[in-house]
Every structure is written in structure tokens, then in C-alpha cells.
């Protein structure tokens, strides 16, 4: 990418360009922030529809197909990939985007062809629009049920065949709605920092949307600019944590003075939870794979301004011999296949494979046989995951029970009755009051 000033930004063809990245395996939300971060001169309204377009084409990816298949003779699966990506974000466009007349998408998809020296295919990117513009309302979807779920919501057939088969046709298609896009951030408070109504009152004197959640400390803010920009943000006061994440941190359940290791704690957000939740006292060791992943936890560490976090290069799957037996609390929020994000991180439906299911299900086993041997004589391991696979979530508690010197640990008394808590777990769907996916499932160390 070599844009470098504002006025000289094609919005549109930073959006192809930030798919073209994605087609060639990089990780969306990643290339956006890396992206927004080098242009951050960009004002809000450009920053917005920038993010939408190529977020909801990257989200839509299955459907855009679909109606592009219907009134082109070249298949998607055999178009050049620009020439692909171009038709995909301009009917998006025209499907999702009211905003942007239909006529405009179509010269403007036609100037981006030119802009991408391809001009002999002008004729065929703008016949194919104008035919979909035409018929945009009578795209024939599959009676098949998986079909049309999977075209509806371009989710794989596969991932919906799992989650029918895991929770029911009814519950398979509220995993699906729940997945649609949210436009709030959501974030804690640091309560040893600042209270919660002081926070609100300074983001709202920013013009920032704020609305409580069912967590006191996590607000959900909305028509924000950039986090950089807002002084609670800066100040270490709010920290960046979907609500569902910050439940894990709960249902650790910290106590002053406690010893904490987070053994895949990157970029931190659960290791400053448990911090602020002991008042700063006790010390949570953050740790993760590589030097660049604890970087990322020192980086917000040092926003946050907190001394009782310490960060660690480790490898999960290696026992670390002098941390036998030395823990309060182990949080294991472990590596898994990220079905609960797919909201906010689209690419993973595309990615994702049973076969990778389970070979994650072998190395969260592989980790948990190691890190649980960090927790003390009655002390807790959390086990959790971004997913609502039953294979990663409720079959390795089950495992977690048959195979370690563990025991179930309530959560009944710690989470908030809104939550469907069964004992010493809990499966969070996809837009249930405004969460991602997720599971937690807490344990006692005999």
C-alpha cells in the first residue's frame, strides 16, 4: 500500500487492497489496524466507511459470491482475484451500502479496473454489475436449509452443520444471527484507577456513545473517532475487552495478594483485568510464545500503568519446572478455532477446518497437561476459549475431569444470573447481550 496523505486516499482501493492481502492469508484485523494506524489522518467518516466496506465485504464473502455467480458466465472461483475482489466490495455495496447510488458503484468499480491496468475487463466488470443492479431483487436462494443458512449468512456449510448437530437447528440459526456485525467497542474500567461514572462523564464530554452492559465496569461506546484520542484511553482509566473476556477474568475470581500466571495472555486484556481486580496488589505473570506477543502485553501494561503484571516468554506445551504448584490461579485461554469471533474477525470461517478443530482439541490437551500443574493445592484453573465448538469447549472440560487432579468449582455465585451458567461452566453465544462467543469452565486443584 503507498498511500500517504489524506487527500490522496481511494478509500475504495484501500479496501481492495486490504482484501487482496486477506486472499493472500493475512489476518483481517490486523491488516486493518496496521493499516488505519500508518493512515491515521484520516478522519472519522473515512475511517468508518473504509472499515465497513472491506470488513462487511470480507463478512459477506459467501453471498457476494453467490449473486455474482448468478448473472456472470465467468464463475468467481475463475476471475482474476482483483477483478473478484472488485465485484464482491461493489456489490456489497449496492446490497448493504444505501448510501452509495448504485450508479456510482459501478464507475467507480470500473475506475478501480483502470486503476489496476486492467482495462480490457471495464466492459465485464461494469456488465456484470448492471445486470445484478437490474435483478438485485430476484436472486434465487437454495430451499436446501444448510444451503440457504449458509448463503444467508455466509457462514461455511460445514460450521452450521457442526452447530446443528451440536445445539439444534433453532439454537444453529441464533449462533448464526448473533454473528452479525456489532459498530460498538467495548471496554472495562479500571476500577483501582477511576470509578465507572467518572469514565462514562469523560467520554461522554468527548460526543462518545456510552451504554452500561450487564457487568458494571464494561461499557459499550460507540461514534468515537480513534481510541488514541480519548482521554480515558490514554490515561490507563479504560481498557479494550469484549464483555465475554472480561467473564473469564470473574470467574477466576482473584484475591488480593494472589499469584496469577495467564499462560497465553497476548495482547493482556485478561491479565489487567485480574490485576485491577486485586487492587494492584498480588502479581499476575503474563506470558506467551514469542517476544513480539508479550510486547503486546507490555505495550498496555505501560498505558495502563500497573506494576503488579510481569510478562514471561513461554511456551505453553513446555513444563516450566520451577512454576509447579506456585499458583493461586492459572487462566488457560487457550489457542482454539475462533468460531465465537467470526463476528469480528470474518476471515476465520474461510480458514478454519474439522481437520484444524482437531488438532487444536490435541494441543489445548497438550497445554492443560502441562500448565495445570502450575496451580497450587486448591487453587483454580480457568479454562476458556473464543469458540462454540463442543469438541474444544465442553468436551475438554470433560476431559479436564477424567484426566487431571481437578474438580468443579461453581460459578453460580460469581456470574451474573443473565448468564446460562451450568455448574462450573458456561457456553456464551454469539450475540448474547452483545457478546462474542465464548466459554469459561473453572476447576479446584485436589
Same mark, same amino acid.
Given at each position: ?6 487527500p490522496?486516499i481511494?478509500?475504495?482501493? !484501500? ?34 466507511f ?36 472488485i ?31 486492467l ?11 448492471r ?25 461455511? %456449510? ?11 437447528k433453532?439454537t444453529?440459526?441464533?449462533?448464526l444471527s ?13 476500577k483501582?484507577?477511576?470509578? $465507572? ?10 460526543? $462518545? ?21 480519548l ?6 482509566? *479504560?481498557?479494550? =475487552? ?13 484475591? %488480593? ?9 497476548a ?27 508479550? !510486547? ?12 503488579? *503484571?510481569r510478562?514471561?516468554?513461554?511456551d ?5 519446572? !520451577? ?32 481437520? =484444524? ?19 497450587k ?13 463442543? =469438541?474444544e469447549?465442553? %468436551? ?13 468449582k ?8 443473565e448468564?446460562?451458567v ?13 457478546m ?10 485436589q
Amino acid at each position: 500500500m503507498t498511500d500517504n496523505a489524506a487527500p490522496e486516499i481511494n478509500l475504495r482501493n !484501500a479496501a481492495l487492497t486490504l482484501l487482496l492481502d486477506t486472499e493472500k492469508g493475512g489476518k483481517s484485523h490486523l491488516l486493518l489496524k496496521e493499516y488505519l494506524d500508518r493512515h491515521s489522518m484520516l478522519d472519522k467518516q473515512k475511517r468508518a466507511f473504509l472499515t465497513r466496506l472491506y470488513q462487511g465485504t470480507l463478512e459477506r464473502e459467501i453471498e457476494l459470491d453467490y449473486m455474482i455467480n448468478q448473472f456472470s458466465k465467468i464463475k468467481t472461483a475463475k476471475m482474476k482475484p482483483v477483478i473478484r475482489q472488485i465485484l464482491r466490495m461493489s456489490v456489497y455495496q449496492i446490497k448493504y451500502m444505501d448510501a452509495v447510488p448504485d450508479f456510482a458503484v459501478c464507475n467507480e468499480a470500473v475506475r478501480l479496473v483502470q486503476k489496476r491496468n486492467l482495462t480490457n475487463l471495464k466492459g465485464f466488470v461494469n456488465g456484470v454489475l448492471r445486470t445484478i443492479i437490474k435483478n438485485k431483487e430476484n436472486v434465487r436462494y437454495p430451499e436446501d436449509e444448510i444451503k440457504r443458512l449458509s448463503i444467508q449468512y455466509s457462514v461455511p %456449510e460445514w460450521i452450521i452443520q457442526l452447530w446443528n448437530n451440536d445445539y439444534g437447528k433453532e439454537t444453529a440459526e441464533r449462533i448464526l444471527s448473533g454473528l452479525c456485525r456489532s459498530s460498538f467497542t467495548t471496554v472495562r474500567c479500571n476500577k483501582s484507577k477511576s470509578d $465507572v461514572a467518572s469514565v462514562m462523564k469523560s467520554l461522554k464530554r468527548e460526543g $462518545v456513545t456510552v451504554e452500561r452492559t450487564i457487568y458494571p465496569t464494561v461499557l459499550q461506546i460507540s461514534g468515537y473517532d480513534t481510541l488514541e484520542k480519548l482521554e480515558s484511553f490514554r490515561n490507563g482509566e *479504560i481498557t479494550v =475487552q469484549d464483555l465475554s473476556s472480561v467473564f473469564a477474568g470473574v470467574a477466576a475470581n482473584p484475591k %488480593e495478594n494472589d499469584y496469577i500466571i495467564d499462560v497465553c495472555a497476548a495482547p493482556g486484556g485478561k491479565s489487567i483485568c485480574m490485576a485491577d481486580f486485586m487492587n494492584r496488589t498480588g502479581m499476575v505473570e503474563a506470558r506467551d510464545l514469542t517476544p513480539q506477543k508479550t !510486547a503486546l502485553i507490555e505495550e498496555n501494561i505501560k498505558r495502563i500503568g500497573f506494576s503488579n *503484571i510481569r510478562t514471561k516468554v513461554q511456551d505453553a506445551t513446555v513444563l516450566d519446572e !520451577a512454576s509447579i504448584g506456585q499458583a493461586d490461579i492459572v487462566m488457560a485461554d487457550l489457542p482454539c478455532s475462533g468460531l465465537g469471533v467470526l463476528g469480528k474477525k470474518s476471515d476465520i470461517r474461510y480458514r478454519m477446518t474439522p481437520e =484444524q478443530i482437531k488438532e487444536l482439541v490435541e494441543l489445548q490437551r497438550r497445554i492443560l497437561s502441562v500448565v495445570s500443574r502450575y496451580v497450587k493445592p486448591e487453587g483454580t484453573l480457568i479454562f476458556s476459549t473464543c469458540t462454540v465448538d463442543r =469438541q474444544e469447549n465442553d %468436551e475438554n472440560a470433560a476431559w479436564i475431569l477424567e484426566n487431571l487432579p481437578f474438580c468443579k468449582k461453581s460459578l453460580k455465585e460469581v456470574l451474573p444470573k443473565e448468564l446460562p451458567v451450568l455448574e462450573n461452566q458456561v457456553q456464551i453465544f454469539p450475540g448474547d447481550y452483545g457478546m462474542h462467543g465464548f466459554f469459561i469452565a473453572a476447576f479446584t486443584r485436589q
